[in-house]
């Protein structure tokens, strides 16, 4: 019997199992002027946050970016990270791609779109491509738009 391995061996069965979409476990990281932000500087800030990007759904704009948010707010991203990491639980980018992907669940599952693609309602939910649209759909719902739209339909077909 031949208990060596072969390095080719040893290599498949130590690799981290790859994540599809090139999506990666999360890390937690320790920032200090999160904790230096004042509270009440917080909680006015998190009410603009919520009327700017959920309620006039500016997440919608591909364009639009935290430095942009933070023009808005008359604030720095410094100040805008610490608040949507600490209030929300999330980075900039997940917040807004948390919401395109609840706008994009309502469309797929409305019958009034069935005639249009994944990359049109990408678009209108307002991902710039369709490769970060697959992920972050994948990352929040766990299945494909297109497995998600079809069980949709199979679902109200019964």
Partial sequence: MNYKQTEEEVVKTNAPKKLPYNLREKKKKDAAYRTMIRPELADELYQKIVDIVIIKKKYKDPNFSSKDLAKLLKTNTRYLSAVVNSRFGMNYSCLLNEYRIKDALRLLADKK???????????MVGFANRQSFYAAFYRIVGETPNGYRKAIMEAKKK
């Fill in 113 to 123: 779109n069935q005639n249009k693609n994944i990359e049109e309602i990408s678009a």
